[in-house]
């Protein structure tokens, strides 16, 4: 069982930067493949980043490519997004993710934390 909770989200202008955290609780996270994901209001939630348990392995949507980086430190339990060269439509609520059975599948999640852009 991994229990996340995520923070670092708020009110950012256009082209700051943004670096969200995900603290996660359980003896297996550094087994654990994790991911971020966001959902836009009114839109659907859509994958944003994976890491793998090592942290040796990364990938990205399209979306955010070149923008965004996905990180981790099993010695502290925490995975990260750090978030460059925000724009509004980055806005939205972001999720993390642990217990990857692939990109876009995952057995845990955490609770959420709001980013807004403002242009």
């Known amino acids: 069982q991994v229990q996340l909770v995520e923070s670092g989200g708020g009110l950012v202008q256009a082209g700051g930067s943004l670096r969200l955290s995900c603290a996660a609780s359980g003896r297996t996270f550094s087994m654990s493949a994790m991911g971020w994901f966001r959902q836009a209001p009114g839109k659907e939630r859509e994958f944003v980043a994976f890491?793998?348990?090592?942290?040796?392995?990364?990938y990205y949507a399209d979306s955010v490519k070149g923008r965004f980086t996905i990180s981790r430190d099993n010695a502290m339990n925490t995975a990260y997004l750090q978030m460059n060269n925000l724009n509004s439509e980055d806005t939205a609520v972001y999720y993390c993710a642990a217990g990857a059975r692939t990109y876009y599948d995952y057995d845990y999640w955490g609770q959420g934390t709001q980013v807004t852009v403002s242009s």
């Open positions: 890491i793998n348990y090592s942290g040796g392995s990364t």
